[in-house]
Each structure stands twice: as structure tokens, then as C-alpha cells.
């Protein structure tokens, strides 16, 4: 099976970031150009068609700034597929080597998921030195997802940059998963593997406040970059946002699962459908194995027959297929335990799809109710109903709030100016790494 990596942005925009004519002058004027390195670990998904936000953070920011003269790399697990990317941006391949087992009495510590992820961070360290051999390196990003990062000694001649998307245990602890012997072993592998790198990002305040204690990072270390998300796509689409309409479209959008707020929705279901009858719920995101099944039979059996047409499971959605899915609904429900900074809700905002959300970490960074969206209490059903309510029963209300996120989006992230805050950040880094001197040739051959 394949993994393929799918964008909302059209072929043509594909080699040219949107902005770039207004401001990839000042960019290049401000910035060196540089040889870049970002990792996608992500596996393919049962179905081979969604993907999650490492993905397209690294496919968004490698065409941006690809586009901008930069050398870029997507380094890449064997057995994934990039889509249409910048033909300026190289993708190389790696795959797990085999690590050498200790000892009979310590082998019986060491869990084969680490001992396999381990070889594949092997694997990846010399695919990277092999790159920088050929064309200087001057940063690698890779996120902490499955601590990859755990075979990249600082003695290489190139630093890390760990992004954190959400660790694992986070993703536990918000999906109600009590760890097993075998699961605490991983988090503190994943925790290990991230203390090797030189500097830190994330997207989100209320993930940086959480990292000291999941991964031992200092907060002082970690820098706050937001996700871009390009509009272009969305801009080029008819808009279907009419809550007057005969048909009232809402939204569900991401992996059916507790931390994405599946309880609240189940608690929920039956008020939504009250509200209106020309209500319908439309579900969008895996939910064929494990939890996501479990929720959605939850919630069939919690609708009556007679309502059940009414409530569509759609399953995995290809990124092309889901931008149009946004354009065509007619208000985004969010319900999240937690969330990063999540993709949905960006390209929600950009298609200009009025936005009912959870007044949770990470989200309420980026919606301000009755600014740009409106919030929820996580664990108050009656809540989300009233502000299903307000959107409906005022499309005046719901459309201001949608501009405002659209006018949100294109100020504070688009792919432009992330690519600033970026490049700059890692200019500051390769200083810094410069004045370490870290440029010595023989930590090549110690670190391989």
C-alpha cells in the first residue's frame, strides 16, 4: 500500500506560493538562501487516502520555499508518495535498518517497535549525511513522531530542529488510552530521542506549556511558528455557505476519536438534529478500525432510523475532494479534547466556512469566539447546540465571523509569512551553530 500526500493546492500553484510576486523579493533580500531538509515520517493510512498535519505542514512548506529559491528535500519513509510537489524539491527515501541485538538478558528490555524505529532513524542519519555530502546542509526539521530524531547525534555536521505536532503520549492521555508496560517504554523513547536536537518549534502556546513535562524540553527552548495554510485553492472554489438554503450542511472533519471530541458529538447528536430539519451531519475522516468504529456505531445506534439519512460517514477524504467538501458546507464543527493547531480548522477559515469550535488549548488560539468563530465548553453539549443555534438562526452573525477568520488566515497564516518567521529561525540557529563550530569534517565520519 501507498501513502499518498495529497494538497488542496491546484497543479499550477504547486510551484508558486501564494504571495510569492509581493514578497519573495524581501525574503531574499533578507535571508540567505539555503539547503533544507524536512522529514515525513507519516505511514500510509489504511486506506491510502488521508494524511495527517505533518504531512501537509512539510508538503505546504517545501513548495513554499522551494519556490523561493531554496534547496529543498522531503526525506521521506520507503513506501510513501508525495503529490505534486515543487519540481525544484528532491525527494530521497529511507527505511529501517536492522539494529544489533544486545545482550540475551537486556534484549528482553528493549520492545521491537523502538528497536525497529530506531533503525529507521539509523537509516535516516545516513541518507542525511549522504545529502549533506553532496549539497551542504543547513538544517534538518523532523518532528518528534516516533523519535526519529533518535540516531541524530549532535556531532553531526548539520543541526536538528525538532517540530512537535503532538507526542504521543499526549495522544494517549486525551484519548483516555491507560499506557501498558509496552506504551510507557515508547513515550519515554519518544521523549529520550527529541533531547538530541539543537532547537525546538511548535505551532501552538498551549502545546509549548505541556512539552516540559512530556519531554523534558525546557519551555524557553521552544519557538512558536505558526502552520501556513494557503487560501488560492479555496479562493477558486464556488461557495455553498448559504444557511437560508433548503439544506443545512454540517461539518465534521478528522479521525473519529475521543480527543477529536467524539463523546461531545454523541452526547450532542440527537439536540443537532432537532434544531432544524434541514440539518445534515456529515462525517469526514477515518473511522473504519479501533476507536473511530466504536464511535461511529455509537453514534448510528444514537439516531433513530427515521433520522439516520439525515448523518453520513464518508470515510477518508482525499485532500483535493475535502477542500471542495469545505467549500460546499455550511458550518465546520470542531469539538476537540485538545488540539495543536489543527489543519481542519485552517482550512475551514480559509474556505470561509463559518466555525463552531471547543474552548480548548490550541484552538482557542486561533478562534476568538464572537471574532472570528464561535466556542463551546468541551464537556457542554448545550453549549455546542447554542452556538449551532446562533450560526443558523443569524446567517448575518455566521458569514461576519467567517470573513474575519478568511482576514485571520491570509494576515497571520499564510505560507509567506511563515516561510519569514521560519527562515529566520533558522538563521539564528545556523549562527549559533557556527559560532559552536560545529563545521569540523571528522564528526561526518563519528556520527555515521
Not at 488542496?8 to 519573495?24: A, D, W
Request: glycine letters at 4%; proline letters at 6%.
Amino acid at each position: 500500500m501507498h501513502y499518498i500526500l495529497y494538497s488542496c493546492f491546484s497543479s499550477e500553484h504547486s510551484l508558486r506560493p501564494e504571495g510569492q510576486t509581493n514578497i519573495s523579493t524581501g525574503i531574499a533580500r533578507n535571508h540567505r538562501l539555503m539547503n533544507i531538509a524536512f522529514v515525513n515520517p507519516e505511514y500510509p493510512s489504511r486506506t491510502g487516502r488521508d494524511h495527517g498535519g505533518i504531512a501537509t505542514y512539510i508538503f505546504t512548506m517545501a513548495n513554499t520555499l522551494a519556490a523561493l529559491g531554496h534547496r529543498i528535500y522531503v526525506v521521506a519513509r520507503q513506501g510513501t508518495v508525495s503529490d505534486t510537489l515543487d519540481e525544484r524539491v528532491e525527494v530521497r527515501r529511507f527505511q529501517s535498518e536492522p539494529i544489533h541485538r544486545l545482550l540475551p538478558l537486556l534484549d528482553r528490555l528493549v520492545d521491537e517497535k523502538i528497536r525497529w524505529e530506531r533503525g529507521c532513524s539509523r537509516a535516516l542519519r545516513k541518507t542525511l549525511i549522504e545529502i549533506h555530502q553532496e549539497k551542504p546542509l543547513d538544517v534538518v526539521e523532523v518532528p518528534e513522531y516516533n523519535g526519529l530524531a533518535g540516531e541524530l547525534p549532535p556531532s553531526l555536521p548539520f543541526p536538528i530542529v525538532v517540530h512537535f505536532h503532538t507526542p504521543t503520549a499526549l495522544l494517549d492521555e486525551l484519548n483516555g488510552i491507560k499506557p501498558t508496560g509496552k506504551q510507557k517504554k515508547w513515550h519515554i523513547y519518544e521523549a529520550w530521542a527529541v533531547r538530541h536536537a539543537q532547537a525546538y518549534k511548535c505551532s501552538s502556546e498551549s502545546l509549548k506549556e505541556r512539552l516540559p513535562a512530556l519531554s523534558g524540553v525546557p519551555r524557553e527552548r521552544i519557538e512558536i511558528i505558526r502552520r501556513p495554510i494557503p487560501t488560492r485553492a479555496f479562493d477558486a472554489r464556488r461557495k455553498h455557505h448559504d444557511l437560508t438554503a433548503d439544506r443545512i450542511d454540517i461539518l465534521f472533519s478528522g479521525r473519529l476519536e475521543r480527543r477529536k471530541g467524539s463523546e461531545t458529538i454523541l452526547s450532542s447528536i440527537q439536540d443537532i438534529l432537532r434544531l432544524d430539519p434541514r440539518i445534515r451531519v456529515t462525517f469526514a475522516g477515518e473511522t473504519q478500525v479501533g476507536e473511530t468504529l466504536s464511535s461511529r456505531t455509537a453514534i448510528e445506534r444514537a439516531v433513530s432510523p427515521r433520522e439516520r439519512h439525515r448523518v453520513s460517514f464518508l470515510g477518508a477524504v482525499k485532500r483535493h475532494e475535502l477542500c471542495t467538501l469545505y467549500c460546499r458546507s455550511s458550518i465546520l464543527l470542531m469539538p476537540s479534547l485538545f488540539d495543536n493547531a489543527p489543519y481542519a480548522l485552517l482550512e475551514a477559515m480559509a474556505a470561509k466556512l463559518p466555525v463552531a469550535a471547543a474552548d480548548v488549548g490550541g484552538v482557542n488560539e486561533i478562534i476568538r469566539h464572537d471574532h472570528n468563530g464561535l466556542l463551546f465548553m468541551p464537556d457542554s453539549p448545550e453549549e455546542l447546540v447554542a452556538c449551532l443555534r446562533t450560526l443558523i438562526g443569524s446567517p448575518a452573525t455566521a458569514y461576519r465571523l467567517a470573513a474575519q477568520a478568511y482576514n485571520d488566515i491570509q494576515n497571520l497564516y499564510a505560507p509567506s509569512t511563515i516561510a519569514r518567521q521560519t527562515l529566520s529561525f533558522y538563521e539564528r540557529l545556523r549562527v549559533e551553530v557556527k559560532k559552536k563550530s560545529l563545521k569540523d569534517p571528522l564528526r561526518i565520519r563519528a556520527a555515521s
